[in-house]
């Protein structure tokens, strides 16, 4: 249901319904944003562009367009192609929009989650949409809320439109200023006034976000995927640390107060990105490949078939079997309607999604010995389900090989993972885990090995799934509630 009096739809719902504060919903969150500004159908670009990054959320998605007097929103639950139909594109008119695809948990609670997030202050209308996670948010949430604020989401990224509100400063930019040199973390954002769009990305370059352009058209997307979709041209990233203000003025360049240290996700490489694009400044599928080889290099066995799990394990096995010159073979394959299993809501459901996602062929692995490629382990329940079944399709051995280095510690900046508690290998040994999933032989990446594809610049990723060394601190001390908040709502299924 679409609206375009000032702020849009249904969606907020009254406060007093489950907050932040119970731990009734979680700030883990796995998204993709657009902007587009300078265009006559902005909301349907919007449209195609999340719908090309459907794999970076499937929970929710929305769309607010700028007809110039009002913002018109509209949001909801499931899938981009559930969620809009033509009619609803065709009334959100305007030549400027963002929007939102997201992935969280907690159904009843999700709806006045959903984003962008959309709001009439003493500035006028705004809407945001943020991809990554605010380390702080509890604390300056207490903070505002003490001092009067009325929260209406449970989501870390109201805490920068209250943030916003409060600014004394003469333009939206000056409070974006003000706002940001508060949070800490992970944000990529996308922000909508009636006449700006703002596309900003913290010092850190967390998550990804670019710019791209058409003719007059200037698009912000989490992934280059989405402007191959829309017929834009890649520009270039938004630096970390940059805020960049598209309106009648043209484009401007402005920073986030305080140091830039890139830190970026190798975890989009290793798994989250989509093969296509081009991320952090280089494409997925060449980074995936070549840490396929790189695996390859550092722990050979003798076999006969190279088989990917698929599809995120696909480039990787490419280039395991390339490099130890054994044969690839697709002996798994995807039911590519199935939602990815690992983010279904409880273990039952996962456990099932499992089976009803890949399925073994008899034909390929009937008496080989067998490499299996996949991208993570996480709780390794996926693995110890794919092992059993290419032996009962008649592997005489099942060695599996996992792209990227064991995962150790909890992501705080954006992406979906369990809490240490869960993660298997933040409590067993390489060779516990290769008993519990039944494997001939486990090795994974090692962690020089996962940045082997560009040394020089080591330093500027964020690899704490991995090392458990975080560049944002999340301090037990400084932000008990927080750190709770996320071990409570992750811990669900
Ligand atoms: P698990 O059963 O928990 O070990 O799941 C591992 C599988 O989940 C691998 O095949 C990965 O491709 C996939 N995976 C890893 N991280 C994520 C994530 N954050 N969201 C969804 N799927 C993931």
């Not at 240490?420 to 885990?433: D, K, M, T, W, Y």
């Amino acid at each position: 249901m679409s609206d375009s009096r000032g702020v849009g739809e249904a969606g907020f719902e009254p406060p007093g319904g489950p907050s932040a504060h119970d731990g009734g919903d979680r700030f883990h969150e796995e998204c993709g944003i657009v902007g587009i500004h300078g265009h006559p159908e902005a909301a349907n670009l919007a449209y195609l562009a999340l719908y090309s990054m459907q794999h970076r959320g499937q929970e929710s998605a929305g769309i607010v367009s700028s007809r110039g007097d009002a913002l018109i929103a509209h949001r909801g639950l499931g899938l981009v192609a559930d969620i809009f139909d033509p009619d609803i594109i065709h009334r959100m008119v305007g030549s400027a929009a963002i929007g939102h695809n997201r992935y969280a948990t907690h159904g009843e609670t999700v709806l006045k989650n959903a984003q962008p997030l959309v709001v009439e202050y003493s500035g006028g209308a705004l809407a945001i949409a943020h991809n990554g996670n605010l380390v702080n948010a509890n604390g300056l949430r207490e903070r505002l809320e003490s001092a009067g604020s009325i929260f209406q989401s449970t989501s870390d990224t109201e805490v920068v439109i209250h943030l916003i509100a409060q600014s004394r400063a003469g333009t939206l930019v000056g409070r974006l200023v003000e706002a940001l040199s508060q949070v800490r973390g992970a944000y990529s954002l996308v922000v909508l006034s009636r006449d700006e769009l703002i596309a900003v990305r913290d010092p850190h370059g967390l998550r990804p976000l670019v710019l791209g352009r058409t003719k007059d058209t200037w698009v912000a997307v989490s992934e280059t995927c989405a402007l191959d979709l829309i017929g834009a041209e890649y520009v270039r990233e938004v630096e970390p640390g940059e805020i960049v203000v598209i309106g009648p003025m043209g484009l401007q360049s402005h920073r986030v107060p305080g140091p830039t240290e890139p830190r970026h996700c190798v975890f989009e490489y290793v798994y989250f990105a989509r093969p296509d694009s081009r991320v952090f400044g280089r494409t997925v599928y060449q980074v995936r490949r070549e840490l396929g080889r790189q695996l390859a290099r550092e722990s050979h066995v003798d076999a006969d078939l190279v088989v990917p799990v698929p599809d995120s394990g696909v480039p990787a096995a490419l280039g395991y079997a390339e490099q130890a010159g054994i044969a690839y073979e697709m002996g798994l394959i995807r039911n590519h309607y199935v939602g990815r299993t690992f983010i279904e809501p409880t273990d039952s459901i996962r456990h099932f999604g499992v089976r009803v996602k890949l399925n073994a062929m008899p034909e390929l692995l009937d008496g080989k010995r067998v490499i299996v490629v996949d991208d993570s382990l996480v709780r390794g329940t996926t693995s110890k389900k794919i092992v059993a079944m290419i032996r009962a399709a008649g592997a005489r051995e099942v060695h599996m090989r996992i792209s990227s280095p064991p995962t150790i510690s909890p992501c705080y900046y954006g992406i979906d993972t369990p809490t240490r508690g869960e993660l298997i290998a933040a409590n067993h040994s390489v060779e516990e885990i290769r008993s519990f999933i039944e494997a001939d032989t486990l090795a994974y990446l090692s962690e020089g090995g996962l940045f082997a594809f560009d040394p020089p610049r080591r330093e500027t990723f964020c690899g704490a799934c991995f090392t458990g060394s975080y560049p944002v601190a999340v301090d037990g001390e400084v932000e008990p509630r927080q750190l709770k908040l996320f071990d409570a709502s992750a811990s669900r299924g």
